[in-house]
């Protein structure tokens, strides 16, 4: 059973940083897009930052220049370096993945749990 794991996410205020964590496990034989989506309380979840394995990336324009998405295709693990934060950051962030695992070797996506980042002084 293959598993998203968040971690990272914190109370911090404007203009801070955060780092955040995912790590994919389970029985992976290889993952192609890895991301970061966000839900603000109300609103809609939407894509923060993606990577394919290739690296090519995609960022939302409201965090363009202020976020950096990153990965270790050797420890299944993506991050999302967050810099400048404003308080309109504030959401729950949740990784993604598109995962070719199980011993069927089925591609599909995944989410992970969540994990809460509040910007506020």
């Given at each position: 059973?293959?598993?998203?794991?968040?971690?990272?996410?914190?109370?911090?205020?404007?203009?801070g940083?955060l780092r955040?964590?995912?790590?994919?496990?389970g029985?992976?034989?290889?993952?192609?897009?890895m991301?970061?989506y966000?839900?603000?309380?109300?609103?809609?979840r939407?894509l923060?930052?993606?990577?394919?394995?290739?690296?090519?990336?995609?960022?939302?324009?409201s965090?363009?220049g202020?976020?950096?998405?990153s990965?270790?295709?050797?420890?299944n693990?993506v991050y999302l370096?967050m810099n400048s934060?404003?308080?309109?950051?504030?959401?729950?962030?949740?990784?993604?993945?598109?995962?070719?695992?199980?011993?069927?070797?089925?591609?599909r996506n995944?989410?992970?749990?969540?994990?809460?980042?509040?910007?506020?002084?």
């Open positions: 059973q293959v598993q998203l794991v968040e971690s990272g996410g914190a109370l911090v205020q404007p203009g940083s955040l964590s995912c790590a994919a496990s029985t992976i034989f290889s993952i192609s897009a991301g970061w966000r839900q603000a309380p109300g609103k809609q939407e923060v930052a993606v990577m394919t394995t290739g690296g090519t990336t995609n960022y939302a324009d965090v363009k202020r976020f950096t998405i990965r270790d295709n050797a420890k693990t370096q934060l404003k308080p309109e950051d504030t959401a729950v962030y949740y990784c993604n993945a598109d995962i070719l695992a199980g011993m069927r070797g089925t591609l995944y989410w992970g749990q969540g994990t809460q980042v509040t910007v506020s002084s």
